[in-house]
Each structure stands twice: as structure tokens, then as C-alpha cells.
């Protein structure tokens, strides 16, 4: 058998690093290897295991969907796995699944609003290592967007789609986007109209247009040295072009607009049994300056799991949902913050009511100081747990490479967390968010 | 949230912690202790970042629950976090959170967990709060009342209006007569509110005893301090005689069931299930369940792997398509495949070209290349596994509540890389057959939407 004596060796490797990790506390950092072909490249060197995750994170996100081909980026990203021409020819979509099940290896496209993400997990062992990346290689530079696999896979996701909409949770997320995005891309939703619309030269010309050096950033983190890593980003990009013709400005993302009270609502009727109730509206971009103070003050609103006041008023001492939340995604773009949870049918505007005012009346004072110690608290001591292994890392990294952050931020976070004030929160809150600037969905609702 | 009713499958073996080949390493970093309470403690060393994840194992679950009381050991799940004598309700999740903890806790058919993941040096103050849970939990009916209706909004969240929840609710109860497998782990909702506080007390007085308990802890510890602190927090509770456990073994089935399921939907599902064997305790030589989670592998555990090829890929009669086998639990188990069908395509049509596969497989066996692929497969998730402390410390739990010993973990990894496609195509052929299949079902039903009345569907027929 191919890999027992890797694992044998493997297991060797364990009992060697564990001895002198035990005392290691400090946070590994992460170095930027030399860019290549555009994109940046950043390391974090883990030794105790023999593998390796590597993530590409290319700027080719659903917010670059034309309105009417809703669901282009997801399709172009999603068929990469499905034939590729490589050096050494044609790749079918079994060779290729068949190709990651016998290296052992993981390797899958994911595509979200800003970014598709490559990911990749594989043995470190230099053979393993080099097919996995020669296969990433091909499926990365040249994907064969055949036109039955694009049909069956339309077909697919056309079946999904219409069977999202029977969904209340489907539902309410896409009206949700839909009200809160404004004019920005991310408020259309694929249909099954702007499915039908995307063609296979439609996905030839965004992932050429798209899928280039300059777009990209790739991460790695695992049992690789500095010179390895430099050659499985070359040996990753080394077929993709550099650059390529200029893409059109997104059109502005503005702060969800005031208006009237009238108009913040939207209800759809639905014939559940529970109500799905979604509030919020753009915020802060992860580099804003109130990140930090959004971030503590959200742990105390609604971010906070079993703590939060929003599970504390609706949950605890009313027993109205199972889950209620709220939470801010900020990235390169202002993302949005949002609250929600799902209640009974029947008692629906209660649950809002509850909401709305612990959210109204936390905007308005801020957190008490004990709540924000409790807060820090968590945090910070917390901060272990977000970075204890290769995958988190590789996250971590990630997430910093695409919002440009400071290569120190692992170092300094708790930091920044220990330094946030009862002032920052309150007037982070109030600079960034406002309850009659804030969209409500309700679906399913019951009057008694 | 509190409680992912957590079913183990054939993905967990494969995809979580163990050791298989680390038998040098795992075992070496793994110690077993037992108190004089009878409480059980394992230790998995793991010393890559100065992180902990603590979990306490109750062998106590769904199948423990007698009807009309279904739901109860969930419940009870739900109040451990309503205080104690000294704690009070809510202080617990503070309390760790003030720690930098993660919390949370789950149910399944066969036992419930609770577990806290913390930076090493705040172990004792978690091990404190859940020792004292094990023994001192005071919740009040004013608590009971309220968290009652939670626990309804979870099962209408998860399962009213979930047509696969539904579904798969109603294939275990009509694959199972007498098995109580056949109840839902989060109960039926007539029982939920029927339920009383002191149904939940009894449930906790009978089940919660340190001789029905493992401790688990994984991450950068040492055993030997962490042996006295557990002495410590957990040595002070008293053993207890267990409830008499009926043994509750599901008749033969003897013919081929079907069951309809009419919910809010677009497309029809199909699931069948056939009434398999498990790996026994001390029998870990039994091949036949080897060759039935590597069939289960070779019918859905890659991209191309039969099923998703020739369902989904060639023939386009569904949209997707699983498989599931759990090789270890206390109760009985099925082999599940399960299918949502593609546009304009029948659940007849989907049930035949299943069968086709499955006859394929029993006729013809399965390609050595095939098997291979699946064992490497197996190999290199044993080395990504130790990513994760958690993960290990969930596999060890699992294990040990099935009957078994996180020992043998790669006793069974080992066996599972012997099987021969013959022995694959043998269990199919055995097996996979009508005396012992349960068909079910989902009926699509048009749901009212005001999204269809406005014209913004444009995603509808």
C-alpha cells in the first residue's frame, strides 16, 4: 500500500515535534514569499503534520455577475472541476475525481460574493504534492467549460433553485439581499431565466477575463519550507496569465439609504410553520477602523452564543426561538450586518418586537461596562481556539492577505481587543448602523 | 446551537480523528483511567497548540426512551444549562464564555454530550462547572416551562418544515416496529408537549451517574495532572445502579415496506433503506461490515464513484444522491441511500436505476481500482484528522459509547484495509435485498407563497 509507510514516518514526525512544541506558545508568523506572476504569496511553515493546505483566493466573486446572468461567477467556478486541458492533455471530470481520490488529496472551488476560493489539501510528500498542484494548475489556467456538462450542470442547479424557493429560509435570504444590497450586484439572486441565459462562452471569457495573476493571492500553510512553497505557487500559476484586459468599475456600494418607515418592511406570506424574520443593512468594510469596537460590541448584542442579550431577551426569558443572532460580515466591500431568528407562526411580531428594541435600545447606550469586560474576556482569551490548527491558520492567513491587513494581525488581535473602550462601541454602533435605516424581512407570519 | 442531534456515519469514521497506522503514536498518546465511581477517562495527547476540548459522555440517548416520553433525553440536554445549586440558570454558558470557551452539547439515538473547548490553563475551571452538572443540576419548573418552547421551535425549525427531516422521520419509524430507533431524536411533538419537568428530573436522576460516564479530553495536557483534577472535580460523585436496559431487538422484517410522505417541496425524494448488519463488540473480525461502509464508499465516496456517475452524471435521473452506513452504534442499522430527483424525472424511475446499480455491483462485483482508491482514501484522512483536537476527541467519545474501545479504532482501520472486492460484491448481493427494504417516499406539495403571488418567483414552473 502506497501511503502506509508515509504514515509510519508520519507518526515518527509526531513524536519528534511534539516535544519541543510543548512549550511554543507563540503565534507562527506568516511570510510573504516574492509575487509571482502578480499574485501575492504568503506562507505559515507548520511542521507536525505531512500535509499541506493551500487556499487561491482569486477576485472573481458573484458581485461580478451581470444582472442578467445572475449565477455566472458560481458556474464558472464550479466547472473547473469538470475537464481541464493539462500539459499532458485532456482531463475528463472522471480523470479528475478520479486523479484527487488516488492522491489522497481535497480540492474543490467555492465561489461567495467577493472571492472564489481554491482550496487544497494534500500530503506533503513531494510526489503527492506536485500531481495535486499540477492538476490545481490545469483546472486553474485552462478549464474546458464543455457545453453537456454546462447543460446538465444548468439543469442541476435550475432543479435546486425552484426547490430553494419552497424553502422559507431561501426565501427570506434572497428577498434580504435583495432589499438591503440597493443597487449593488449582490441583490440579484441566479434564477432560473438567468441560469438559462449563461453560456459556455460565457464562461470562457470570465475566467479569462477574471482568473489571472493580478487577481489572485495565494495562501499555503503546512509542512512546506519557504523555497517548497515558492515552487508550488509557480507550479500553481505558472500557465496563468499575468494580466489581461481592464474590468469595469462595480458600481458604488453605498450605505443602506434612509427611507421612510413605511418602506423598511417587507412581508411575505408563506404557509410555514415557523416565521423567518431577517433585520439589518450594510455596515463596515474589515479594514474600517471600527472594526474592532463592531466586533466586541457585536459579541455582546447578538454574536456572543448563549450570552448575547438578543439570546438572552428572546430565547431565555421568553422561550420565542431556537436561535437568534446577529452578526456583521465585513470584507474588501462594506458587508452587511444582520440580525435575525425564526419563531412560530403566531407569534411572530412579538419576536420582531423583542428584537427590534434590544437592537434599538443597544445602538442607543452601548454596552454596561461589565458587559464589556465579559466581552473582552471572551475574545481574548478565546484567541488560542482560532488559530490551533492548519485549517483556521490557513483561514486567518487568508482572510488577511484579501483585506490587505497588517502581516502582524494574528500578533496584535487581542490587543486591539483588550484596547477597545465603552465609547468606541457606543459610537461605533451609532456611526454604523441605525434602526430606520435598517430593512426587516418577515415571512410566514400568523396573526393569532 | 445547543444539540445538532449528531448521527454518526460511514463520513465520521472516515473523515474525523484516530490513528489507524499512528498505532505507535496514537496509542502511545492516548491513557485510560478508571475512577473508583466508575467514571471513565481518556486522554488523547495532542500537543500542536496550547488548546484543550473537554467532553463528558453520557450513555444515555433516544434509544433509551420509552414512548410518550420521546424527546426526553434531548430535554434534558436543554435544562442541563438551567443551574445548579450553586451555579444558577445561565451562569454555566457565562462562565465559560468569561474563559474564552466554546460550549455547546448534543443528542444523539445513542448517548449526549457536552463538551467546552478552552486555552489549556482554563481546563479546571470547565471540568469544575461540568462536574458539578453531573451531580448537583436544580432547575425550576418556570425554567422547564420556557425552555420546553424552545425546544419546540427547534423541532419545527429542523423538521416541521423540513421536507427531508420529514421524510427520514418517517423512514426510521416505518423501518423499525419495535426498535426505538423508529423515534426521533428530538421526540414527536405530541410527546414535547406533553412533556413535564418531572419527566426530565427522572431522566436525569436515572442516567446522569459517573459509572455511566466518559470523560474525554484532548489537546496539549498532561495526563497525570489532568488524572487528579478529573479525580478531583469528578471522583466526589457516587455510583448508581443503571435502569435495567430491555434489550428492545427489532423483529425480522419480512417483505418490503413503502411510505409516502406528502410536504411543502418542488422535486420528489427517494430513500431506501435495507436492514444491515453492525460490527459487534469483541467480534472486530466480522468482515461483513468492513465490506459494507467500503460499499457505501464505493457506491458515493468520491466524485466519480458509482452512484454520482451514473445517476447523476450519465443517466440524469436525480440531482444528487447519498449513501450512508454507520458501522458502529448500540442499535440496529440500515443502509441508506437517498436521492432527490432531476426535472421531469419519477421516483420509479430513480428506484430502477438504483437497483440496476446495486444488481451491477452484486452481479458483476466491483473493480480492484475501485476499492483501492477508496482505502487511500481512508489512509490519508488518518493524517489529516489530527488537524483537528476536537475531531479526536469526538471520535474517541463516539466510538466508546458504541460499545467499543477507542483501542480499537485502528484494529478496524487495519481490517477495513483488507477486505477484497469479493467480499464488497458478497455483502451487496446478501444484503441489498426487497426482504429487508424500506421505501419512503416525498410527495411534493405546492406551498403557498405570497413570493409565487408577486410575480418575483421567476424561478417557479
Known amino acids: 500500500m502506497l501511503l502506509n509507510e508515509l504514515i509510519k514516518q508520519a507518526s515518527m514526525t509526531i513524536a519528534l515535534v511534539v516535544g519541543m512544541m510543548a512549550s511554543a506558545q507563540a503565534i507562527l508568523p ?231 418607515f413605511s418602506q423598511r418592511e417587507v412581508i411575505i406570506p408563506f404557509d410555514s410553520q415557523q416565521a423567518h424574520i431577517a433585520m439589518g443593512m450594510t455596515a463596515v468594510t474589515r479594514s474600517n477602523p471600527d472594526y474592532f469596537p463592531l466586533l466586541v460590541g457585536n459579541y455582546v448584542l447578538g454574536g456572543g452564543g448563549f450570552v448575547s442579550r438578543l439570546m438572552s431577551e428572546v430565547r431565555e426569558k421568553r422561550g420565542l426561538a431556537y436561535s437568534v443572532s446577529s452578526y456583521f460580515a465585513p470584507g474588501k466591500d462594506a458587508g452587511i450586518f444582520q440580525a435575525g431568528l425564526q419563531t412560530k407562526s403566531d407569534q411572530a411580531a412579538l419576536a420582531l418586537d423583542v428584537m427590534s428594541s434590544t437592537i434599538s435600545q443597544f445602538i442607543a447606550n452601548g454596552p454596561t461596562p461589565s458587559e464589556l469586560d465579559a466581552a473582552k474576556a471572551n475574545l481574548v482569551n478565546g484567541y488560542p481556539l482560532r488559530i490551533d490548527n492548519n485549517r483556521k491558520l490557513l483561514d486567518n492567513v487568508s482572510s488577511i492577505a484579501w483585506n490587505n491587513l497588517p502581516l502582524d494581525t494574528m500578533e496584535v488581535w487581542t490587543k486591539q481587543v483588550e484596547a477597545v473602550t465603552l465609547e468606541q462601541v457606543k459610537a461605533a454602533f451609532q456611526r454604523n448602523l441605525a434602526m430606520d435605516r435598517m430593512k426587516i424581512v418577515v415571512l410566514g407570519a400568523k396573526n393569532k | 446551537m445547543r444539540s445538532t442531534l449528531l448521527r454518526f456515519s460511514f463520513y465520521f469514521i472516515l473523515c474525523c480523528p484516530s490513528a489507524w497506522a499512528a498505532t505507535d503514536v496514537g496509542q502511545a498518546n492516548t491513557h485510560e483511567f478508571q475512577l473508583s465511581n466508575g467514571l471513565k477517562l481518556i486522554v488523547r495527547e495532542d500537543h500542536r497548540a496550547p488548546t484543550v476540548a473537554h467532553m463528558v459522555w453520557y450513555r444515555a440517548g433516544s434509544m433509551d426512551e420509552v414512548n410518550g416520553k420521546t424527546g426526553v433525553a434531548h430535554v434534558l440536554e436543554h435544562m442541563m444549562f438551567k443551574g445548579t445549586n450553586k451555579v444558577k440558570s445561565g451562569e454555566f454558558s457565562r462562565l465559560v464564555a468569561a474563559v474564552g470557551g466554546r460550549e455547546n452539547a448534543f443528542t444523539s439515538r445513542d448517548y449526549t454530550a457536552y463538551f467546552q473547548q478552552v486555552e489549556k490553563s482554563k481546563l479546571d475551571e470547565v471540568m469544575k462547572l461540568e462536574a458539578d452538572r453531573m451531580s448537583n443540576l436544580n432547575f425550576d419548573d418556570a425554567e422547564f416551562l420556557k425552555e420546553i418552547q424552545v425546544v419546540m421551535e427547534e423541532r419545527r425549525l429542523r423538521t416541521e418544515d423540513n421536507p427531508s427531516s420529514l421524510l427520514n422521520e418517517s423512514l426510521m419509524a416505518t423501518a423499525y416496529m419495535s426498535s426505538p430507533y423508529r423515534h426521533p431524536v428530538v421526540g414527536w411533538m405530541n410527546d414535547l408537549m406533553n412533556m413535564k419537568a418531572v419527566d426530565a428530573r427522572d431522566w436525569y436522576r436515572s442516567w446522569y451517574k459517573p459509572n455511566n460516564a466518559t470523560v474525554v479530553i484532548a489537546g496539549d495536557v498532561d495526563p497525570k495532572a489532568i488524572l487528579k483534577a478529573v479525580e478531583k472535580y469528578y471522583g466526589v460523585a457516587s ?169 480499537d479504532i485502528d484494529v478496524m482501520l487495519e481490517k477495513m484495509q483488507t477486505i477484497t472486492p469479493a467480499q464488497v460484491q458478497a455483502v451487496a448481493k446478501k444484503y441489498l435485498v426487497d426482504e429487508g427494504l424500506t421505501v419512503a417516499v416525498l410527495d411534493p406539495q405546492a406551498r403557498q407563497s405570497g413570493e409565487n403571488k408577486q410575480g418575483d418567483n421567476r424561478a417557479a414552473k
Open chain 2, 239 to 407: 455510583a448508581r445502579e443503571l435502569p435495567d436496559r430491555k434489550p428492545q431487538i427489532e423483529p425480522v422484517q419480512k417483505g418490503i415496506k413503502r411510505v409516502q410522505v406528502k410536504a411543502p417541496a418542488d422535486n420528489a425524494q427517494l430513500a431506501m433503506a435495507w436492514k444491515v448488519p453492525k460490527l459487534q463488540p469483541g467480534k472486530l473480525d466480522d468482515d461483513e461490515p468492513y465490506a459494507l461502509e467500503l460499499l457505501a464508499a464505493v457506491l458515493d465516496g468520491y466524485d466519480n464513484a458509482r452512484l454520482n456517475r451514473t445517476l447523476v452524471k450519465q443517466e440524469r435521473v436525480v440531482n444528487d444522491v447519498g449513501v450512508g452506513y454507520d458501522m458502529i452504534s448500540r442499535g440496529p442499522e440500515l443502509f441508506l441511500i437517498s436521492t432527490s430527483m432531476a426535472k421531469g424525472k419519477t421516483v420509479e424511475q430513480a428506484e430502477s436505476s438504483i437497483r440496476k446499480a446495486l444488481k451491477e455491483v452484486g452481479d458483476k462485483g466491483i473493480l480492484e481500482s475501485e476499492l483501492k482508491r477508496i482505502k487511500v482514501r481512508i489512509l490519508s484522512d488518518q493524517i489529516y484528522k489530527r488537524d483537528s483536537i476536537f475531531g479526536q476527541a469526538m471520535e474517541i467519545g463516539s466510538t466508546e459509547m458504541a460499545g467499543f474501545s477507542w483501542r
Open chain 1, 30 to 260: 506568516i511570510e510573504k514569499l516574492d509575487s509571482f506572476k502578480g499574485a501575492q504569496a504568503y506562507l505559515v511553515q507548520t511542521k507536525a503534520l505531512p500535509m499541506i493546505d493551500i487556499e487561491i483566493s482569486i477576485d472573481a466573486g458573484d458581485r461580478y455577475d451581470p444582472a442578467v446572468k445572475s449565477g455566472l461567477a458560481t458556474v464558472a467556478g464550479r466547472l473547473m472541476n469538470y475537464g481541464a486541458r493539462s500539459e499532458r492533455g485532456l482531463l475528463s471530470e472522471a480523470q479528475i475525481a478520479d486523479e484527487i481520490a488516488d492522491l489522497g488529496a481535497n480540492l474543490g472551488v467555492s465561489v461567495g460574493g467577493e472571492r472564489a476560493i481554491m482550496r487544497i489539501r494534500t500530503l506533503s510528500r513531494k510526489d503527492l504534492r506536485d500531481r495535486a498542484v499540477q492538476l490545481a494548475s490545469a483546472m486553474l489556467s485552462a478549464p474546458t467549460y464543455d457545453a453537456k456538462i454546462l447543460a446538465r450542470e444548468k439543469q442541476r442547479m435550475t432543479t435546486a433553485l425552484q426547490e430553494a424557493q419552497t424553502k422559507p429560509e431561501s426565501v427570506l435570504d434572497r428577498r434580504f439581499r435583495k432589499s438591503v444590497y440597493g443597487n449593488y450586484p449582490l441583490a440579484n439572486s441566479p434564477t432560473v431565466q438567468s441560469i438559462a441565459n449563461i453560456g459556455a462562452t460565457d464562461l470562457q471569457q470570465f475566467h479569462k477575463q477574471f482568473y489571472r495573476g493580478d487577481r489572485m493571492i495565494v495562501s499555503i500553510v503546512g509542512d512546506v519550507t519557504k523555497t517548497e512553497a515558492v515552487e508550488i505557487v509557480q507550479g500553481l500559476l505558472q500557465r496563468v496569465p499575468q494580466s489581461g484586459s481592464p474590468i469595469a468599475k462595480l458600481p458604488e456600494f453605498e450605505r443602506s439609504p434612509v427611507e421612510p
